[in-house]
């Protein structure tokens, strides 16, 4: 499930051992999958194909977006259930005060029969006791009628109060849908203009010399860069378990508890030269959510956290062999 999160909560993911595990494991896959790119002796041919297929998914992505967003279907629903579960509630709360003062009453009127009981038995006694014994029936009969309607209206503020839970759940999924989708139709753009700018430079350049590569040797490639793929995957629907939080395909997403219009963003992977700055992996950023990383922008590192905690596993991954 997906949590909004401040900044100070978001770099103590980064610090944690949990993500410094789940990240050497993902730098690993990820640099492998770039390596066997490297070798393709087709990889014009794999660039335009991984091109094709972030540009579909960044579509898809944009049609479940613009399904959801602004759709206050679900909303509406929730809140009109919300306020019949208020109204069943002080239902029951107004039964429950009334089957108290008839409990009290008839308790008044129970003390009162024994009182006159125990005292000096004459005529005038025994018509108070009479009077009395009476009231004490009635009050007896509306005790059991009001915890009667007690139990109904608990057992209607009950299934009130599950069917406003169902449907913020409804709500909450399509909001975690919504979010969803907004982050994954702009990485997935971004991500096929980098890899069409990937192939527009290697036309460029002209074809490179390719390897000469037997059959056997470009199915165990194929097979490879299945494999890497998948793993990468995996890794990334395991973070989403892990941290909370939303992961593409290069950037982790979790929504800005301080900022409802925006999001706290930490790339996997830098940046050089294809967005609106030099984005460093394992950063923090701030993205406005109806823009994505279009609008990436650095966030300051003076949010109370030690700069040497801040940086020490961009130094650890940085410093380790490529």
């Given amino acids: 499930m997906i949590k909004a999160k401040r900044l100070q909560e978001v770099h103590e993911v980064l610090r944690s051992a949990d993500f410094s595990d789940w990240y050497l494991r993902f730098e690993t896959a990820h640099k492998d999958r770039e390596e066997l790119q490297r070798q393709d002796p087709d990889l014009l041919e794999q660039l335009v194909l991984r091109a094709g297929e972030y540009e579909d998914l960044a579509h898809a992505a944009e049609e479940t977006y613009a399904r959801l967003d602004g759709s206050f279907e679900s909303l509406a629903a929730y809140e009109e259930q919300r306020v019949a579960t ?5 239902e029951l709360d107004r039964t429950e005060l009334e089957l108290e003062r008839n409990r009290q009453r008839a308790s008044d009127l129970r003390a009162g029969v024994q009182a006159v009981r125990k005292g000096e038995q004459d005529a005038d006694s025994q018509a108070r006791e009479a009077r009395l014994a009476a009231e004490l029936r009635l009050a007896e009969r509306l ?4 915890a009667h309607q007690v139990d109904e209206r608990t057992k209607l503020f009950a299934a009130e109060t599950k069917r406003r839970d169902e449907l913020w759940r409804v709500v909450e999924e399509a909001w975690l849908t919504a979010f969803r989708a907004n982050m994954a139709r702009i990485e997935y753009a971004y991500l096929g203009r980098r890899a069409r700018q990937q192939i527009e430079q290697l036309v460029r350049d002209g074809p490179a010399a390719a390897p000469v590569v037997g059959e056997t ?4 490639l194929a097979e490879d860069r299945a494999r890497l793929e998948d793993q990468l995957r995996g890794l990334l629907s395991d973070a989403e378990e892990r941290f909370a939080c939303v992961a593409i395909n290069e950037y982790l997403y979790w929504p800005d508890a301080d900022d409802v219009k925006a999001a706290l963003c930490v ?3 830098g940046d050089m030269q294809h967005l609106n700055l030099q984005v460093h992996k394992l950063k923090v950023y701030r993205v406005e959510r109806s823009k994505g990383l279009k609008s990436i922008e650095p966030l300051p590192e003076s949010s109370g956290v ?3 905690d801040l940086n020490r596993l961009e130094r650890f991954f ?3 062999p490529s």
């Fill in 86 to 90: 208020s109204i069943a509630w002080e």
């Fill in 306 to 308: 030690a700069d040497e």
């Fill in 143 to 146: 005790v059991e009628e009001w």
């Fill in 318 to 320: 940085a410093d380790r």
């Fill in 267 to 269: 790339p996997l992977v």
């Fill in 217 to 220: 040797r470009l199915q165990a």
